[in-house]
Structures are given as C-alpha cells and as structure tokens.
C-alpha cells in the first residue's frame, strides 16, 4: 500500500519561495509520481510530474521555470521547489503517485492516479 504524507505549505509574500515535501512509501518501480492543487471553485489542475526511473520531469506551463520537481529515494521523499511564487499559486497541493511511468501530454489530464496525500495548504499574498 503507498502512502503518501506531504508538508511544507505555509504563506508566503509574492515573489517568495517555498519548498514542499511529500514522504512517500510502499511504492516499487515503475511509479509516476506528481503534484497537484486546487483552488477554491477551481477545478484540480496538475503541476509536475517525474519519473522515479530515470526523473524525466514534466511541467505544467503555469510553473514551467519557477517550479522544480525532485525526488530522493534514498530517503522515499518528493520535493517541489516554488519559487517567484503568484498570489494565483494560491492553492491546496496534493503529492500522487500511481503506477507505470508519466508521459508528456498525458500526466494531467486524463490520467487516474491510485494513491494520493491529504495535502497542504499553500497561501501567496500580494
């Protein structure tokens, strides 16, 4: 069973930076592993995604060159780094994992994952 536990959310002022963490455990190869949130009224939206083979990363164009995905597994962690972050960062990010890899074009939309983390909250004023 994975389990997924995330951390790191807080307030931060525009232009501010942020780095969450999701503790992830019980998963093997083969595993996709992604952020999302969602907004108040706003529909769940997918941030980035990696590769545990190999870390292809996959960005939504939203954060593309202000967020950064990573992972340990040494240490079974996923890491996004928020930085220049947007009062329309403002959002619930959620850490998900499911199994076979991510592709480009199809690790948001349309994709089910299995496992998901209870979230945390992340506040950007301006």
């Known amino acids: 069973q994975v389990q997924l536990v995330e951390s790191g959310g807080g307030s931060v002022q525009a232009g501010g930076s942020l780095r969450l963490s999701c503790a992830a455990s019980?998963?093997?190869?083969?595993?996709?592993l992604a952020w999302f949130r969602q907004a108040p009224g706003r529909e769940r939206e997918g941030v980035a995604a990696?590769?545990?083979?190999?870390?292809?990363?996959y960005y939504a164009d939203s954060v593309k060159g202000r967020f950064t995905i990573s992972q340990d597994n040494a240490e079974h962690t996923l890491y996004l780094q928020m930085d220049s972050l947007k009062p329309e960062d403002t959002a619930m990010y959620y850490c998900?994992?499911?199994?076979?890899?991510?592709?480009?074009?199809?690790?948001?939309?349309?994709?089910?994952?299995?496992?998901w983390g209870q979230g945390t909250q992340v506040t950007v004023s301006s």
């Open positions: 990696i590769n545990i083979d190999g870390g292809t990363t």
């Open positions: 019980g998963y093997t190869y083969r595993f996709c």
């Open positions: 998900a994992a499911d199994r076979g890899f991510c592709y480009s074009g199809s690790w948001d939309v349309g994709r089910e994952y299995e496992y």
